[in-house]
């Protein structure tokens, strides 16, 4: 088993009316929220995806697809626990991770602290292995168009 793995994910949604806002198991007060067949969280679903990267176990497509009504309207901190059942299960747990909100809109700094927290807390990290950062897409794309919210995240896992 190697001492160090490490993953990447990536996701976007459209922002839409009638729809509430969760970023990082956080519901965001705001106008538009994503649309999805889950709650849509797209940073938890880029979590997710790098966590799986990492150990080549596909992606959440294929773990929660969503043609499937188990998952509509899921909350997306549901289906991280379950991700991270299988990294501890694998042998592995969580050394860091770093993430990036992309969005025009709404701003991002007022609930890093609470996304930080809640992340930490589902994921049974420190807060000083979970780093969130967010940027604008300068006006350049449907993000900056305030169409959509993307967001990466790069995990590392180590050996336990
Ligand atoms: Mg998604």
Do not use: Y
């Given at each position: 088993m190697q001492q160090f793995r490490i993953g990447m994910g990536h996701d976007i949604h459209a922002?839409?009316?009638?729809?509430?806002?969760?970023?990082?198991?956080?519901?965001?007060?705001?106008?538009?929220?994503?649309?999805g067949h889950s709650d849509a969280d797209a940073l938890?679903?880029?979590?997710?995806?790098?966590?799986?990267?990492?150990?080549?176990?596909?992606?959440?497509?294929?773990?929660?697809?969503?043609?499937?009504?188990?998952?509509?309207?899921?909350?997306?901190?549901?289906?991280?626990?379950?991700?991270?059942?299988?990294?501890?299960?694998a042998g592995y747990r969580i050394g860091n991770l770093d993430c990036m909100i992309h969005c025009e809109v709404p701003k991002i700094a007022p609930h890093r602290a609470a996304i930080i927290?809640?992340?930490?807390?589902?994921?049974?990290?420190?807060?000083n292995q979970v780093s969130?950062?967010?940027?604008?897409?300068?006006?350049f794309d449907a993000i900056?168009?305030?169409?959509a919210i993307a967001c990466h995240a790069i995990v590392l896992l180590v050996k336990d």
């Open positions: 922002l839409v009316e009638g729809r509430a806002l969760w970023l990082g198991g956080v519901k965001i007060p705001f106008e538009l929220g994503l649309q938890i679903h880029a979590i997710m995806d790098a966590m799986l990267g990492a150990l080549a176990l596909g992606d959440i497509g294929q773990l929660f697809p969503d043609t499937d009504p188990a998952f509509k309207g899921i909350a997306s901190l549901k289906l991280l626990e379950v991700v991270r059942a299988k990294v501890a299960e927290n809640t992340l930490a807390g589902a994921l049974r990290l420190e807060q969130l950062k967010a940027g604008t897409n300068e006006g900056g168009k305030r169409q």
